[in-house]
């Protein structure tokens, strides 16, 4: 046996369907024997609050060991998972193939699906993860402007901390009516696709509902940059959630009916030549590895993942074949950029970077650093705190320099640091900035 790490890990699909998945005894038998495994070997620490939390249970407790924490306490651990999978991609010696098998992610995520079956979430949870109807509610003409309103009121956002625990402090999303479907629809047109490796030049966008609802002109800016380098782009029809929200609750069945809603759409898509992109780095990964692992017999959804690009993932492809254009009229000085957590884990590169280097007189600074917003975490009242900790390392590194924009690939993780930092006003995306560089 060699020691661990020495091999590429091996992610094995997630037993959700069975009913050893579902067992509580076996599952706090598992989170003991894994638990006791993190303990003698403390690599992750530095990552996020679980392994702090279940380091100080044990040095708290009467024997110092894992056998000494009391099992009523196990769920605080898992509370303080986002399921990054920076452990398991980045830090742990013991995934697999190592005969101790440790996905600490899945075990989390496991352990949330168990308590949500057992006892459901409270009201906050549930309407922070139900991201269709909540945003499609809130972008109605004339209903988007009261949202906005009321988010921007420090007494109402005040009320919201005492009744349903939203932080007051915590930046959230401005909606939108005009859609980016609406912004796109109007935008597209026909391009005769020019295939290049593994991709056949002609792309579907799948918005995402935070795409969609609030940060719309997004789409406006991949049409632009996709269309200019003869990449014919059109969005995907119709879309739900891609599931991610809800699958972070424990909520699979839910998860379930939106894969049903989603794969037959993107599926039909792919059948047509198209291949897949999306704007938030969570959703695309979502399709390229949670998916796939819950479904791993699945045709359509193995179909959907091979078509599935982060979207400058696909126009580093796309140079590789001669088929970027890399004339850039304006340059865009420092970049201070912040890689998400769902796409470091991707196993792509930084390609965001490599990208936005090829623009002449840009310097990007990549910052591999979690944002600690992680979906609902930096928005919660009780781990508020905790995501400002995770943040801070990045936000020194951005107000130490002197960018000229700051950028992130997930909005919502650009949103928090530039809401943290000194320098930042505004905070962008990628695109925008190669948008930008093009003249376009």
Known sequence: MREGSLEAPTRHPLDWKSDTFWDKEDLYNELERVYDICHGCRRCVSLCESFPTLFDLVDESETMEVDGVDRADYNKVVDHCYLCDLCYMTKCPYVPPHEWNVDFPHLMLRAKAVRFK??????????????????????IPLVDITANAVNKSKGLRKAMESAIGLHHEAPVPEFHSKTMHKRVKPMERAIEPRPVGDTSGKVALYATCYGNYTTPELGEDFVKVYQHNGIHIEMVPKEKCCGMPKLELGDL?????LKEANIPVLARLVDQGYDLIAPIPSCVLMYKQELPLMYPDDEDVLKVQKAFFDPFEYLWLRHRGGELKTEFPNALGEIAYQVACHLRVQN????TRDILNLVPGTEVNAQERCSGHDGTYAVKKETRDKSIKIARPVVRKVDAGDPQYFASDCP?????????????????????????AYGL
């Open 412 to 436: 919502m993780a650009a949103t928090h640091i530039a809401n943290l930092s000194e320098k930042v006003d505004k905070a962008s995306h990628p695109m925008t900035l190669l948008r930008i």
């Open 348 to 351: 792509i590169g930084i390609k």
């Open 253 to 257: 069945d839910t998860v379930n009916k």
């Open 118 to 139: 057992e006892e459901g979430a409270n009201l906050r949870d549930r309407v922070l993860t139900s991201t269709d109807r909540v945003f499609g509610m809130a972008s």
